[in-house]
């Protein structure tokens, strides 16, 4: 009888912490229907990055004037004329660097720092550069105010990756250059996949590398847009 007092007891406390929780966030169930709708309708099926979009409050990413669309299924303007990336886009490159818990992970364009986010939750470590002192600094102040230990950022070119901490289990590129950086080659550890925009301004592929035996193996995957990748000076890579 107490058990089945004290199971009693547990869904309760569970159902009311879950009402909660849901009533303090008014955009739960907005979050709910991003990742039916847009992710896992479009084949994203590993339930710790669906996971990971229910959890994370893109609304604390974007500008004020666009919380209203923080769950819609396009990229939004952030400061110094950069984007936060789509939903998708964000699950599906996540989605493709198959990350596991111990993984240490460098993303190059901090931006919004949405991206960095999602990759803190399911992984290790994550080392994020961004060019723009001003998005860096914002970002920052963000994982510090969301608790968020594991993300390392820094303010510079990230076509140089950070060799400091290579090499790196996964590699992410959130801006596009022309070609793929020789040195974020050079930072992938055996074994690491890297997934990054290559391109013009109109037409970009999505590239996914895999490092095996030295040697790596790359794939397009997906026709995108992104920003450029661009060096101190402004001019594209
Ligand atoms: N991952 C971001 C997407 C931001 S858009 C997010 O989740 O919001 C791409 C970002 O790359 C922009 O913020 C841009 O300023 C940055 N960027 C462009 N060239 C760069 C470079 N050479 N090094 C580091 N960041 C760069």
């Given at each position: 009888?107490?058990?089945?007092?004290?199971?009693?007891?547990?869904?309760?406390?569970?159902?009311?912490?879950?009402?909660?929780?849901?009533?303090?966030?008014?955009?739960?169930?907005?979050?709910?229907?991003?990742?039916?709708?847009?992710?896992?309708?479009?084949?994203?099926?590993?339930?710790?990055?669906?996971?990971?979009?229910?959890?994370?409050?893109?609304?604390?990413?974007?500008?004020?004037q666009?919380?209203?669309?923080?769950?819609?299924?396009?990229?939004?303007?952030?400061?110094?004329?950069?984007?936060?990336?789509?939903?998708?886009?964000?699950?599906?490159?996540?989605?493709?660097?198959?990350?596991?818990?111990?993984?240490?992970?460098?993303?190059?364009?901090?931006?919004?720092?949405?991206?960095?986010?999602?990759?803190?939750?399911?992984?290790?470590?994550?080392?994020?550069?961004?060019?723009?002192?001003?998005?860096?600094?914002?970002?920052?102040?963000?994982?510090?105010?969301?608790?968020?230990?594991?993300?390392?950022?820094?303010?510079?070119?990230?076509?140089?990756?950070?060799?400091?901490?290579?090499?790196?289990?996964?590699?992410?590129?959130t801006?596009?250059?022309?070609?793929?950086?020789?040195?974020?080659?050079?930072?992938?550890?055996?074994?690491?996949?890297?997934?990054?925009p290559?391109?013009?301004?109109a037409?970009?592929?999505?590239?996914?590398?895999?490092?095996?035996?030295?040697?790596?193996?790359?794939?397009?995957?997906?026709?995108?847009?992104f920003?450029?990748?661009?060096?101190?000076?402004?001019?594209?890579?």
């Open positions: 009888m107490p058990v089945r007092i004290l199971s009693v007891c547990f869904i309760f406390m569970l159902v009311s912490q879950l009402s909660c929780s849901q009533k303090s966030d008014p955009f739960f169930a907005l979050r709910n229907r991003m990742v039916e709708t847009q992710i896992k309708a479009r084949g994203i099926s590993d339930e710790k990055v669906l996971q990971a979009f229910r959890n994370l409050e893109r609304h604390k990413f974007v500008l004020p666009y919380i209203p669309h923080a769950y819609a299924d396009s990229p939004l303007p952030i400061d110094e004329g950069q984007t936060i990336s789509q939903p998708y886009i964000v699950a599906f490159m996540t989605d493709a660097l198959d990350l596991q818990r111990t993984d240490k992970v460098l993303e190059i364009g901090t931006g919004s720092g949405y991206q960095a986010a999602i990759l803190a939750e399911l992984c290790d470590s994550v080392f994020t550069i961004e060019i723009f002192e001003k998005l860096g600094r914002k970002a920052r102040e963000l994982f510090d105010e969301l608790g968020y230990e594991n993300i390392y950022t820094k303010i510079g070119d990230g076509f140089k990756g950070w060799p400091e901490h290579a090499p790196f289990d996964a590699i992410i590129v801006a596009a250059p022309s070609d793929i950086p020789e040195p974020l080659k050079m930072q992938l550890a055996e074994g690491g996949r890297m997934i990054i290559v391109g013009g301004d037409v970009q592929e999505l590239v996914l590398l895999k490092k095996r035996k030295g040697k790596l193996r790359e794939e397009s995957v997906l026709p995108v847009r920003v450029p990748l661009i060096d101190p000076e402004g001019k594209k890579y």
